[in-house]
């Protein structure tokens, strides 16, 4: 199992370019999550999906689009760059949740990708 | 926005010292608790989850105080590769898994 991928690995934009980040794992997951990691921040989410076909927002949202078009890929767009945008940015998966109180299961994270955007 | 809060350190302890990290969140309805743990450049990777009666997992113990709303992370006799940044995670309510992340503290164990 390769777990949870990501590419590219790093990327350098200019202001207003467009790139798409791509996410696949093979756990067979129904949970996809994008954040992003900034100095002093911690991760905050920006998209997630609960299945194939569904995406909703998370903390961060404005300035991405996401697509959960097959269960194991969720692909994280950015349509015109900014610098604000520099950042890590990392993919995780999950199973669904156990249960109906709440409990969450372990989320798995990719190697990241490293952004910047000048 | 819910948070959680973990002093972010640098904890900078020798070899072999036992070290703890605290960590209080503000949402008393999560119902799951994690410690993650990050190294320099790397993704974070789950450590341990945190159950209620706390639980042990070789030299890492892992404690929950639902009342005060505080997860702590105990680390004994503490090795060179334990040096990393350790993330307390709390779940939302709700059951669509999301996740909070707290900022982190630094670790560095000395020689």
């Known amino acids: 199992n390769a777990g949870v991928t990501q590419t590219p690995k790093f990327r350098v934009l200019k202001t207003g370019q467009s790139m798409t980040l791509l996410c696949a794992q093979d756990m067979n997951h129904e949970y996809m999550y994008w954040y992003r990691q900034d100095p002093g921040m911690g991760l905050r989410l920006i998209h997630y999906s609960v299945g194939e076909g569904t995406t909703a927002k998370g903390e961060v949202p404005d300035g991405y689009n996401v697509s959960r078009l097959k269960k194991q890929n969720f692909l994280l767009g950015l349509e015109s760059a900014a610098p604000s945008q520099t950042s890590v940015y990392f993919c995780?998966?999950?199973?669904?949740?156990?249960?109906?109180?709440?409990?969450?299961?372990?989320?798995?994270f990719g190697p990241g990708t490293r952004l910047t955007v000048l | 926005r819910k948070e959680v809060e973990q002093d972010p350190g640098p904890f900078n302890v020798p070899e072999g010292a036992t070290v703890a990290f605290n960590c209080t969140y503000s949402?008393?309805?999560?119902?799951?608790f994690f410690w993650y743990r990050q190294d320099c450049r790397k993704e974070p990777k789950l450590l341990m989850s945190?159950?209620?009666s706390g639980n042990e997992d070789g030299r890492f113990t892992a404690q929950l105080n639902r009342a005060s709303q505080y997860i702590s992370l105990l680390i004994r006799d503490s090795k060179l590769s334990d040096s990393a940044t350790y993330l307390c995670v709390v779940s939302e309510t709700g059951s669509q898994g999301n996740l909070i992340f707290g900022k982190g503290t630094k670790l560095s164990v000395k020689p």
């Open positions: 945190v159950y209620s």
């Open positions: 995780a998966s999950s199973y669904l949740p156990r249960g109906s109180g709440g409990l969450t299961d372990t989320q798995y």
């Open positions: 949402n008393s309805a999560s119902q799951s």
